[in-house]
Antibody, heavy 121, light 108 residues
Framework: EVQLLESGGGLVQPGGSLTLSCAAS????????MSWVRQAPGKGLEWVAN????????SYVASVKGRFTISRDNAKNALHLQMNSLRADDTAVYYC??????????????WGRGALVTVSS | SYGLTQPPSVSVAPGKTASITCGGD??????VHWYQQKPGRAPILVIF???DRPSGIPERFSGSRSGNTATLTITRVEAGDEADYYC???????????FGTGTKVTVL
């Protein structure tokens, strides 16, 4: 059974940093793209970042470029999101998602339960 | 970026059919994927590549795409189908994932 378990969420002050992690199990982690998707309170879904199988390709939504860094450790079946210079509008539930790539589209076939990040003074 | 427009809400009686549309803002609407999200829960994939259904998703869920509009159809609606539904596409040109604005399905 595919399982994705996020950790590292919490309360952080504006301008602060936080690192989210996602522990993957039940599938061969190293052959899949992975993504982070977030959802602000009462709002819709927003893709944040993705990373390819060996970590050589990474992409970000414009609003987090230069502040967030996605990475992975295939030996430990782990996905990470380093978040710096956090702002109030980064407050959201952050989901780790397995990212299925079939050559002409990406979609998310499994999701974690999410980790809440609150940016507030 | 790429905009996907969905109706904010759809209401349907039990046993009837609900249809949720997803419109692209230009003529580049690509393969569309759909997610169901119940309150306080993570989204789950219900349709991928316009009309394919993952294992475990009831046949009552179906999808289609015509021109610049994709549609998620739920037949024989049940109380357990009450949720928010989001469409999603991936834009190759910008390597950007776009989600629709979301539709709240209410079962009367």
């Amino acid at each position: 059974e595919v399982q994705l378990l996020e950790s590292g969420g919490g309360l952080v002050q504006p301008g602060g940093s936080l690192t989210l992690s996602c522990a993957a199990s039940g599938f061969t982690f190293s052959v899949y793209w992975m993504s982070w998707v977030r959802q602000a309170p009462g709002k819709g879904l927003e893709w944040v970042a993705n990373i390819n199988q060996d970590g050589s390709e990474k992409s970000y939504v414009a609003s987090v470029k230069g502040r967030f860094t996605i990475s992975r450790d295939n030996a430990k079946n782990a996905l990470h999101l380093q978040m710096n210079s956090l702002r109030a509008d980064d407050t959201a539930v952050y989901y780790c998602a397995r990212d299925w790539w079939a050559g002409d589209s990406h979609y998310f076939d499994h999701w974690g339960r999410g980790a809440l990040v609150t940016v507030s003074s | 970026s790429y905009g996907l427009t969905q109706p904010p809400s759809v209401s349907v009686a039990p046993g009837k059919t609900a249809s949720i549309t997803c419109g692209g803002d230009n003529n580049r609407l690509r393969a569309v994927h759909w997610y169901q999200q119940k309150p306080g829960r993570a989204p789950i994939l219900v349709i991928f590549y316009d009309s394919d259904r993952p294992s475990g998703i009831p046949e009552r869920f179906s999808g289609s795409r015509s021109g610049n509009t994709a549609t998620l159809t739920i037949t024989r609606v049940e109380a357990g189908d009450e949720a928010d539904y989001y469409c999603q596409v991936w834009d190759r040109g910008s390597n950007f994932y776009a989600f629709g604005t979301g539709t709240k399905v209410t079962v009367l």
